[in-house]
């Protein structure tokens, strides 16, 4: 009954560094998405995927690249970290049509110095 | 140019009275409205929703209010318990052709004090 798993829960990075977050969920949804969340900003979508397959950009996609490996799935790339990546990430998914209803992980602390 | 707002950034009420958090939103074209609820270093929790075509929708102790004419909705939290004490994010959600499109408000953090 894990839902929606993410690794890993905390990283360090310097500056030019690169990683990746992944995120799985064992719910069959078809949607999934990461987020990042920000103090005073709420949480903002990075990317999605609708469905196995696709991928797209949300509202603040730049250094960032992602992979739906398949539809239990779907990571984060950063290519050359920046400290303004500095946040905590959220994975979540979802059904289709699901009124916003969205299933997240516990969260991912990365510090970029 | 935030869609959806929540003007309160912390709030605090007493055990047992009622805690009312607010929210606005600026896009008329949301269908649905969602709280989460969201204790420190855990994900956020889907908590309740109301379609835009309803004005009420109740849940044991939350209950949600929808006035679409002022784009404006809030939670109604009664009797307030220690255990609610947590961040809240308001969220409005359209469908966008293949994925619901979820806008987040900044939070409110609710303190109830036994």
């Known amino acids: 009954n894990a839902g929606v798993t993410q690794t890993p829960k905390f990283q360090v990075l310097k500056t030019g560094q690169s990683m990746t977050l992944q995120c799985a969920q064992d719910?069959?949804?078809?949607?999934m998405y990461w987020y990042r969340q920000d103090p005073g900003m709420g949480l903002r979508l990075i990317y999605y995927?609708?469905?196995?397959?696709?991928?797209d950009k949300g509202e603040v996609p730049n250094g960032y690249n992602v992979s739906r490996l398949n539809k239990r799935e779907f990571s984060l790339r950063l290519e050359s970290a920046a400290p303004s990546q500095t946040s905590v990430y959220f994975c979540?998914?979802?059904?289709?049509?699901?009124?916003?209803?969205?299933?997240f992980g516990e969260g991912s602390r990365l510090t970029v110095l | 140019d935030q869609q959806v707002k929540q003007n309160s950034p912390s709030l605090s009420v007493q055990e047992g009275r009622i805690s009312i958090l607010n929210c606005d939103y600026t896009?008329?074209?949301?269908?649905?409205f969602l709280w989460y609820k969201k204790y420190p270093a855990e994900g956020p929790t889907f908590l309740i929703s109301?379609?835009?075509?309803?004005d009420k929708n109740e849940d044991g102790r939350f209950t949600v209010f929808l006035n679409k004419s002022a784009k404006h909705l809030s939670l109604h939290i009664v009797p307030s318990q220690p255990g609610d004490s947590a961040v809240y994010f308001c969220?409005?959600?359209?469908?966008?052709?293949?994925?619901?499109?979820?806008?987040f408000g900044p939070g409110t953090s609710l303190s109830v004090i036994p």
């Open positions: 979540a998914s979802s059904v289709i049509r699901g009124g916003g209803e969205l299933f």
């Open positions: 719910m069959n949804h078809n949607s």
């Open positions: 995927s609708a469905s196995e397959g696709t991928t």
């Open positions: 896009n008329s074209m949301f269908d649905y």
């Open positions: 109301i379609s835009s075509i309803k």
């Open positions: 969220a409005a959600s359209a469908w966008e052709t293949s994925y619901d499109k979820v806008i």
